[in-house]
């Protein structure tokens, strides 16, 4: 079985955690956190990210357990770390998901329980997919997005780099969302986004700048 640590110690980490479990692939060496969360689902707490340049020769895979809103910034900054050291980051495919013909799916992102992609859709770097999300065919997703638990995405939508679809959102076909853009949870995208923001609604309308 191939070593595995998890980045992080949340809610988003215990889903992950939980999944590597089932999967039967990895052993999870630990998680890391700037708190010591105790053990999670009998997982050990081995120190914050510092400790990775001590270890990194024993285990060589991380997976990022980080899945608030608005941290592709530190998601990205902890990536990068990380790689510099050696540190390659594999894509996790929870065992109850759909994965059709003819997608692919980039390092370091994570699809979980639920969740079904269909045919000639491709997946960015970094990408969360979160529980029961249905991505129709030909889709094609930027690096670090989060779809959030829920969302329904029509054939042929693109988004650009660090999206956030909130829970249960909707895309119609054919629409573009371009980068830096928030969808709140509930809301429905019936025209594509192009300006990077905050968008809320059904019909969506922009709200307002990312801060």
């Known amino acids: 079985m191939k070593e595995i640590i998890v980045i992080g110690g949340g809610g988003h980490a215990k889903v992950i ?9 990895y052993e999870i060496s630990g998680y890391t956190d700037k708190k010591d969360k105790g053990p999670i689902l009998g997982v050990k707490y ?17 997976v990022l357990g980080i899945g608030q809103i608005k941290t592709a910034a530190v998601r990205l900054k902890i990536v990068e770390s990380l790689k510099k050291i050696g540190y390659d980051f ?19 992102s994570v699809v979980m329980d639920g969740v079904v992609i269909n045919a000639g859709t491709k997946i960015g770097k970094f990408s969360i997919i979160n529980t029961n999300c249905s991505i129709d065919h030909d ?6 997005n989060h779809i959030a638990p829920g969302v329904t995405l029509s054939g042929n939508v693109k988004t650009g780099d660090r ?38 609604g059904n019909p969506t309308k922009f709200i307002k700048k990312v801060s």
């Not at 955690?17 to 692939?25: F, G, N, P, V």
């Not at 120190?47 to 990194?56: Q, T, V």
């Not at 889709?139 to 670090?144: A, P, Q, R, S």
């Open 17 to 25: 955690i939980s999944i590597l479990k089932r999967l039967k692939e």
């Open 46 to 62: 081995l120190g914050d990210d510092s400790i990775l340049i001590n270890i990194k020769e024993k285990n060589k895979h991380c």
């Open 90 to 108: 594999p894509v996790i495919i929870a065992p109850t998901a759909i994965i059709n013909e003819d997608v692919s799916i980039a390092e370091g």
């Open 139 to 144: 889709c094609i997703l930027g690096d670090y």
């Open 163 to 200: 999206v956030l679809l909130g829970t249960g959102s909707c895309v119609i076909q054919e629409k573009k969302i371009v980068s830096d853009c928030i969808v709140a949870a509930g809301s429905s995208v019936q025209k594509s986004l192009v300006k990077s923001g905050i968008y809320r």
